[in-house]
């Protein structure tokens, strides 16, 4: 089984507070990906990456940025939180792009903006 | 564009009665559909997948059936289980979406005693 893991698993910091996630997998997997889950609108794309040095727009990229550092490393940088963002991310990776491709999950980052 | 629709947002059983969750799509070309689950404090995990011939996959006692003309992807299981509690997505990937995977809103399924 794929193995994604992401640190912290719980963060608190204050509104304008820097924040960074972290997400490590060691597939060889090529894609990476940020998500947010909030009740009531699924899983919905910050970011993602096909290689070290890359950097895709999702779906709901505002006040986020990313880094992908290694093949392996993957950070979601949130330099001016605000209340918006609490929420729980989950890091994913998969081989490739394409029809049918699985994506491997974290565990999830619980991150509370006060 | 294209798009998927879980209109459950909870669904409440009692252990062995059956289970349907909801899905339903929107896109331009054939898509691949897919059920993800997620147990609690778990990470989400694939389920389920589309096949291109029109097999119906399985996994776990659960089943889902591609219905082009109804545009549904509904997941099925005849018996529900305690352990089957869980956060359930549908998704899709199409090439009229550039094949990213796009997710409905969640069904939080509850199986009690």
């Known amino acids: 089984e794929a193995a994604v893991t992401q640190s912290p698993r719980n963060k608190v910091t204050v509104t304008g507070g820097n924040v960074t996630l972290s997400c490590r997998q060691t597939?060889?997997?090529?894609?990476m990906y940020w998500y947010r889950q909030d009740t009531g609108h699924g899983l919905r794309l910050i970011h993602y990456?096909?290689?070290?040095?890359n950097l895709q727009i999702g779906d709901v990229p505002d006040g986020y940025k990313a880094t992908r550092t290694t093949q392996e490393d993957f950070f979601l940088l949130l330099e001016l939180a605000s209340p918006s963002q609490t929420s729980l991310y989950f890091c994913?990776?998969?081989?490739?792009w394409g029809a049918g491709e699985r994506l491997f999950f974290g565990h999830g980052t619980k991150l509370s903006v006060l | 564009g294209d798009s998927v629709t879980q209109t459950e947002g909870l669904v409440t059983l009692t252990e062995g009665l059956p289970v349907m969750l909801n899905c339903t799509y929107q896109?331009?070309?054939?898509?691949?559909l897919f059920w993800y689950v997620q147990h609690l404090n778990e990470a989400p995990k694939l389920l389920l997948k589309?096949?291109?011939?029109?097999k119906r996959p399985e996994h776990q006692g659960f089943h889902a059936t591609l219905h082009k003309s109804s545009s549904s992807f509904h997941l099925q299981k005849s018996s529900a289980q305690l352990s089957d509690s869980a956060l359930y997505y549908c998704?899709?990937?199409?090439?009229?979406?550039?094949?990213?995977?796009?997710f409905g809103s969640g069904t939080q399924l509850t199986v009690m005693p």
């Open positions: 994913a990776s998969s081989d490739a």
């Open positions: 597939n060889s997997h090529n894609y």
């Open positions: 990456s096909y290689g070290a040095g």
């Open positions: 896109s331009t070309y054939s898509p691949f």
């Open positions: 589309s096949f291109t011939d029109n």
């Open positions: 998704a899709l990937s199409a090439s009229s979406g550039s094949w990213q995977l796009i």
